[in-house]
């Protein structure tokens, strides 16, 4: 009797400490103060990415709260507020906070600066304005704007308009060439006068071409080309600071990618619960006990 009593005050306690460990573990990971010493700060955006109820926030990497609440306002106006651990990282006047991308599943968190104007903290009810940091995806969003505008100059430039500008052009040129070829037919100086005045209509011809829309199309396509370099040249430095953050192990990838600790302990966590599953199969009398009154 006093052995299986002793064995319900083991699993009862067992049960209690596991449960203690859960909570102190989801209080850990949500980033919450057991000692409820935390503070708030209210921060505007105009646009949060998907930012969540629950993500971290950093300061200078270091994780120092979460995202408490996430609330729409109106269109363009997004309240979001953030629950930080530590009372020091009270926001004084000139704090910032950046949304900005964790990994390359769409995850978020809040970057946060709580200034360096100790003289003056922000007031209960004041507000940070946020900010939101340049995705990759807008990067390629202003890169596809600007290959739609070169093609729309690359159209206009071949437009009906200066395709017949060049043809009439093409048979200046070709009926100068047979004003030559017929100069053996007349009096020399009246032919030689012909093509020179010819060549000379040609050449006016091309400099009022030149000098009109179609020299202002090619001007724009040579600024669009230009553009578009620009906004390739930001994607590919923007898509090189992402892969250096993973080598460094910041964020999500960078972790899994160069912490080798995450998988060695859910293997040995694993192993431990096949052994508890194992050995409750087999002795079940361990851990359960069935009274009869």
Do not use: C
């Amino acid at each position: 009797m006093d052995l299986t009593y002793k064995q319900e005050v083991g699993v009862g306690a067992l049960v209690l400490a596991g449960l203690a460990v859960f909570v102190i573990a989801m209080f850990w990971l949500t980033g919450r103060s057991l000692s409820g010493k935390g503070i708030t700060a209210r921060v505007a955006f105009t646009n949060v990415a998907g930012l969540k109820v629950g993500d971290p926030v950093m300061v200078s990497g270091v994780h120092r709260g979460r995202v408490q609440g996430v609330s729409l306002d109106r269109v363009g106006h997004v309240t979001v507020t953030l629950q930080l651990v530590d009372p020091s990282d009270r926001p004084k006047i000139d704090a910032t906070a950046t949304v900005a991308a964790g990994d390359f599943f769409g995850g978020r968190f809040i970057d946060y600066d709580p200034g360096s104007d100790t003289s003056q903290f922000l007031p209960s009810n004041g507000m940070i304005q946020g900010t939101r940091e340049e995705q990759l995806t807008d990067v390629a969003a202003g890169v596809a704007t600007k290959a739609n505008a070169l093609m729309t100059s690359a159209t206009n430039l071949v437009n009906d308009r200066l395709a017949t500008d060049i043809h009439n052009t093409l048979l200046a040129t070709q009926h100068a060439m047979d004003v030559i070829n017929k100069a053996g037919s007349g009096p020399l100086i009246g032919q030689a006068t012909a093509t020179l005045a010819s060549a000379q209509s040609v050449m006016n011809h091309l400099d009022t071409l030149l000098a009109g829309p179609a020299g202002k199309r090619v001007d724009t396509l040579t600024n669009n080309l230009a553009a578009l370099s620009t906004q390739l040249n930001k994607a590919t430095t923007s898509l090189s600071t992402l892969m250096a953050q993973i080598q460094q192990g910041k964020g999500t990838l960078g972790k899994m990618a160069t912490d080798s600790a995450l998988y060695y302990h859910l293997d040995s966590t694993l192993v431990s619960l096949n052994a508890l599953l194992k050995d409750l199969r087999e002795r079940p009398g361990r851990y359960l006990t069935v009274k009869v009154f």
